[in-house]
């Protein structure tokens, strides 16, 4: 049978008691933006479910979307049919009849908004389930562990049935967390903090820093790209790239090597407060785990974190390197992550550098350096670039190996 709606059903968003309409308004313009393809789609949200008329929009089409939607905990395509118990029983059977396959066991699940129904939810159950029975053959009753569960919502407006719950993204609807910048490299981790940022609500910017001619334009391309996959949890991100090879020399030139990292950073974490200010940002997230690189020892984090006070949020901090990675690959950027192409993370870096780093000594060395100079000039030259789910930036093999011939 064609499915008429997907009934959304919220999860968290059931404990934000006042501010529940703001979450469930925002869930809703999150589910308009990833739906903009299909014009035909309504979308009502109401206080317990959303209802998502299809009108004729394919199912699966619409299906691919709604996982990636943070705040749905779970959705059920559904038919809507009439309040009367020869309609609940046609439409049960006929779904039962495209899912069964013999040896399924299976049983009939009531809820019943509508206290006035003329049916209470045992008596609907049993009714249906006779029904079931004395028009098809094999059926096998399991109430704990059924391997199909047929269910049926009995609301003021109709009633809804369905054979399937899928499990949506779940997390908080992007947007009610606030707004914060995010650090974005082209490796593995910061991809994964973004995800993690975006299903606890928070609507994010990223910054990345580039360096021509050191590092290349498909490096930066690639960090783009990984944002259009990022961005099919958000609708939208905008992508600011920061000018940073003229600090980067700087520091090459006139600091000690052990400190080239530590005040590197230090001044990226500088750029990333000044850009949040001016967006109106209230946190900086970054990709760092605790350990796994000079840079993200303790010590490192408390010499680099004293140039802000600004809250910093690793979202990764106490995850494995293998966990890591298997997020990567569930959320499909693991495979764009590894492609080798230089950040400007990697280029100066040196062979030995500090995991201890002094605080008095970062202040000092950098105090040699045009602090204010070197940060106003790359903040002068940021581009903003909006991009969108899936946009593509990076040429594939095929196009390359076309551009040679």
Known sequence: MKYTEIMVRYGELSTKGKNRKDFIGRLAGNVTKVLRDFPQVEIHPRHDRM??????????????????????????PTIKVEKTLAKIEETALALMKETFKKGMTFKVNTKRSDHQFLYDTNELNKMVGDYLFDNMENLKVEMKHPEIVLRIEVRKDAVYVSNQLLHGAGGMPVGTGGRAVMMLSGGIDSPVASYLALKRGVDIEMVHFYS???TTEKALNKAKELTGILANYAGKINFIAVPFAEIQETIKEKIPEGYLMTVQRRFMLQLADKIRAKRRGLAIFNGESVGQVASQTLESMAAINDVTTTPVVRPVATMDKTEIINLAEKIGTFDLSIQPFEDCCTIFAPPRPKTKPKIDK????ENRLDVEGLIDRALAGIQVTSIYPNDKFLADKAEEDAALL
Request: glycine share 4%; net charge neutral; no cysteine.
């Open 362 to 365: 970062a202040r000092e060395f």
């Open 212 to 214: 021509p001619p050191y």
């Open 51 to 76: 209802h998502i008329v299809l009108n004729d929009a394919p199912f699966e089409e619409v299906d691919k979307r709604l996982k990636r939607v943070f705040g749905i905990q779970t959705y059920s």
